[in-house]
């Protein structure tokens, strides 16, 4: 069974930074499709990022290049979202999401298994 848990998340300041963290078990991270997406009260859910298994590239939503990076731990079997220079719009919950294979990063319906999701706030 896959389990995907975050962790990470909390209140921080605008400029601030956060290490978001995506612990899986049942998959092995190096091997599947990660990705990021968030979703503001009221909002669609939305891709941050995204790490491909095999080679681990990368894609960022155009509002977070350069201030976000997605990286993985395979030795811990885990996924992170480092957030600099955060602003208040950044507000929202953030779910890890994987897929063995995944066509469209960016497009939630790929991903087959999801986390509980992590809370980041953003003070202005």
């Known amino acids: 069974q896959v389990q995907l848990v975050e962790s990470g998340g909390g209140l921080v300041q605008a400029g601030g930074s956060l290490r978001l963290s995506c612990a899986a078990s049942g998959r092995t991270v190096s091997r599947s499709a990660m990705g990021w997406f968030r979703q503001a009260p009221g909002k669609e859910r939305e891709f941050v990022a995204a790490?491909?298994?095999?080679?681990?590239?990368?894609y960022y939503a155009d509002s977070m290049k350069g201030r976000f990076a997605i990286y993985r731990s395979n030795a811990k079997n885990t996924m992170y979202l480092q957030m600099n220079s955060l602003k208040p719009e950044d507000t929202a919950v953030y779910y890890c999401?994987?897929?063995?294979?995944?066509?469209?990063?960016?497009?939630?319906?790929?991903?087959?298994?999801w986390g509980q999701g992590t809370q980041v706030t953003v003070s202005s």
């Open positions: 790490i491909t298994g095999s080679d681990g590239n990368t």
């Open positions: 999401a994987s897929s063995y294979y995944v066509a469209n990063y960016g497009s939630p319906y790929e991903y087959d298994y």
